[in-house]
Antibody
Framework: EVQLVESGGGLVQPGGSLRLSCAASGFSFSRYDMHWVRQATGKGLEWVSGAGISGDTYYPVSVKGRFTISRENAKNSLYLQMNNLRAGDTAVYYC???????????WGQGTLVTVSS | QSVLTQPPSASGTPGQRVTIPCYGSTSNIGSNFVNWYQQLPGTAPKVLIHKNNQRPSGVPDRFSGSKSGTTAFLAISGLRSEDEADYYCAAWDNSLSAYVLFGGGTKLTV
């Protein structure tokens, strides 16, 4: 059974940093692109970053330079290092597996990040 | 503001058919596949339609997808109360501002 379990969320002050983790199991992690998608309370989905199987990484303009996605295939783990956090980054962060393109076929349960003083 | 535009809400009565549009451009919907997600309250999104019109196993055939030019559509026929959820379209974008785009979401009320 495919499972994605996020961790690392919490309360952080504006300007602070946080590192999210996603533990994957039940599939060959190294063979899939992996992504982070976030959702602010009551708002829609927003793609945050992607990590390809070849080590390539992708970001939207809104987080580029502040967020860094990485993966450790030996540990079946995906990470998101978030720096210089802002109130607008407050959201539930989901880890998602990409079967292909934007087909996110499995999602974790999400981890809540709150940026507030 | 999402580059993929959906109406914020839609509604229908049980048994009816509802269509949700997703408006994009040549750099996303016009040149890439569209996927649709259903999100029930308090849960993670679930893929409903992929590659414009393909249903994953387990998704009822009441759900269908289509695409015409730069607009994609999700149709739900034989509406049921359990279809009440948020629906999102998604597509890859060929521009440099964002590679993956989600629509703003449509809240369906049955």
């Amino acid at each position: 059974e495919v499972q994605l379990v996020e961790s690392g969320g919490g309360l952080v002050q504006p300007g602070g940093s946080l590192r999210l983790s996603c533990a994957a199991s039940g599939f060959s992690f190294s063979r899939y692109d992996m992504h982070w998608v976030r959702q602010a309370t009551g708002k829609g989905l927003e793609w945050v970053s992607g990590a390809g199987i070849s080590g390539d990484t992708y970001y939207p303009v809104s987080v580029k330079g502040r967020f860094t996605i990485s993966r450790e295939n030996a540990k079946n783990s995906l990470y998101l290092q978030m720096n210089n956090l802002r109130a607008g980054d407050t959201a539930v962060y989901y880890c998602a597996r990409a079967e292909t393109g934007t087909l996110f076929d499995y999602w974790g349960q999400g981890t809540l990040v709150t940026v507030s003083s | 503001q999402s580059v993929l535009t959906q109406p914020p809400s839609a509604s229908g009565t049980p048994g009816q058919r509802v269509t949700i549009p997703c408006y994009g451009s040549t750099s996303n919907i016009g040149s890439n596949f569209v996927n649709w997600y259903q999100q029930l309250p308090g849960t993670a999104p679930k893929v409903l339609i992929h590659k414009n019109n393909q249903r994953p196993s387990g998704v009822p055939d009441r759900f269908s997808g289509s695409k015409s030019g730069t607009t994609a559509f999700l149709a739900i026929s034989g509406l049921r109360s359990e279809d009440e959820a948020d629906y999102y379209c998604a597509a890859w974008d060929n521009s440099l501002s964002a590679y993956v785009l989600f629509g703003g979401g449509t809240k369906l009320t049955v």
